[in-house]
């Protein structure tokens, strides 16, 4: 049986009107295709809805068993057309957003005020994640949209740039270092260098410049998340090299951040979708605030 939603709306208006002519009219459709639907519905169901006579029509018992089934159908229609139209109207959905930390911490709030204000309605939670599963996160489908560092190789996605980045160094607030107005990599490894975990996009970067610079530190710690380095940088256990939208953050750790000289660390930061999962109507309007408030920018 493959009844559809026509024939069980016209079967519960004529319910509730018990009359073909009042449920035709509130129906929109002529007496004659009301009654056809009736019929064939029937057919379908296998015996008779209703009980009809030249004065009255009336729901047989197998037709009120039915009737609250049939209205419990297409109050679940209603309501689902209704949600999907407040989705497309952007007032209600969600939105599944990976990020790294370093953004997520920094630059993301104030762009999901933004939002927020825009689209009260509109749910977003925040994956704040290392750059590799954000990407990750992206290609499988677990994320709407990703936003990092721009890897070497995209793997599939599509990237919508809206800064660049460039690294700065931290060091110890009290550190004769710190008030210098640029930092060579020479004195900065001349600190024991607190690096992120090996294997990371940041790590590479950073152990590519020092070989460029042709230096090494001379003590290595390793931590796995920025606000870690930060913390350890300003108690005096060594330097690093951060991403410079992270300065806000050092300095309020009580970390010192100085700009550096050759070789630089430049990267940068986007939003990453993939094409096999196209993003939401939601979504999208994310990335036009995102886009609004970072795109032609140097920096957050």
Same mark, same amino acid.
């Given at each position: 049986?493959?009844?559809?939603?026509?024939?069980?709306?016209?079967?519960?208006?004529?319910?509730?009107?018990?009359?073909?002519?009042?449920?035709?009219?509130?129906?929109?459709?002529?007496?004659?295709?009301?009654?056809?639907?009736?019929?064939?519905?029937?057919?379908?169901?296998?015996?008779?809805?209703?009980?009809?006579?030249?004065?009255?029509?009336?729901?047989?018992?197998?037709?009120?068993?039915?009737?609250?089934?049939?209205?419990?159908?297409?109050?679940?229609?209603?309501?689902?057309?209704?949600?999907? =139209? #407040?989705?497309?109207?952007?007032?209600? *959905?969600?939105?599944? /957003?990976?990020?790294?930390? &370093?953004?997520? %911490?920094?630059? +993301?709030?104030?762009?999901?005020?933004?939002?927020?204000?825009?689209?009260?309605?509109?749910?977003?939670?925040?994956?704040?994640?290392?750059?590799?599963?954000?990407?990750?996160?992206?290609?499988?489908?677990?994320?709407?949209?990703?936003?990092?560092?721009?890897?070497?190789?995209?793997?599939?996605?599509?990237?919508?740039?809206?800064?660049?980045?460039?690294?700065?160094?931290?060091?110890?607030?009290?550190?004769?270092?710190?008030?210098?107005?640029?930092?060579?990599?020479?004195?900065?490894?001349?600190?024991?260098?607190?690096?992120?975990?090996?294997?990371?996009?940041?790590?590479?970067?950073?152990?590519?410049?020092?070989?460029?610079?042709?230096?090494?530190?001379?003590?290595?710690?390793?931590?796995?998340?920025?606000?870690?380095? =930060? #913390?350890?940088?300003?108690?005096?256990? *060594?330097?690093?090299? /951060?991403?410079?939208?992270? &300065?806000?953050? %050092?300095?309020? +750790?009580?970390?010192?951040?100085?700009?550096?000289?050759?070789?630089?660390?430049?990267?940068?930061?986007?939003?990453?979708?993939?094409?096999?999962?196209?993003?939401?109507?939601?979504?999208?309007?994310?990335?036009?605030?995102?886009?609004?408030?970072?795109?032609?920018?140097?920096?957050?």
């Amino acid at each position: 049986m493959d009844l559809s939603l026509r024939q069980i709306r016209a079967f519960a208006t004529l319910a509730q009107c018990n009359s073909f002519a009042e449920a035709s009219e509130q129906l929109h459709i002529t007496q004659p295709a009301l009654s056809t639907a009736i019929k064939n519905m029937e057919i379908q169901a296998g015996g008779k809805l209703f009980n009809r006579s030249t004065r009255r029509i009336e729901l047989t018992a197998e037709g009120r068993d039915f009737l609250p089934v049939a209205r419990r159908l297409i109050d679940a229609y209603d309501a689902a057309l209704d949600d999907l =139209g #407040r989705a497309f109207r952007l007032q209600q *959905g969600r939105i599944q /957003v990976a990020v790294m930390p &370093s953004f997520a %911490m920094n630059a +993301l709030p104030g762009a999901l005020k933004h939002f927020r204000d825009a689209h009260p309605g509109i749910n977003v939670s925040v994956l704040d994640i290392v750059m590799e599963d954000t990407l990750q996160a992206v290609r499988d489908g677990d994320a709407d949209l990703g936003i990092t560092f721009e890897p070497e190789q995209l793997m599939g996605l599509e990237f919508i740039p809206l800064f660049s980045d460039r690294f700065t160094a931290v060091v110890p607030a009290h550190s004769p270092l710190a008030e210098q107005s640029s930092l060579a990599w020479q004195a900065l490894c001349e600190l024991p260098f607190i690096a992120m975990n090996r294997g990371s996009w940041t790590r590479t970067r950073t152990e590519r410049a020092m070989q460029d610079a042709g230096v090494s530190p001379v003590q290595l710690l390793e931590a796995t998340q920025l606000a870690t380095i =930060g #913390r350890m940088v300003a108690t005096g256990l *060594g330097g690093s090299v /951060v991403p410079s939208l992270c &300065s806000a953050q %050092m300095t309020e +750790l009580g970390a010192r951040c100085v700009p550096l000289a050759q070789p630089l660390i430049e990267a940068r930061v986007g939003i990453f979708v993939s094409p096999r999962h196209p993003p939401s109507t939601a979504a999208a309007a994310l990335i036009e605030v995102l886009l609004a408030t970072f795109g032609s920018a140097t920096g957050p």
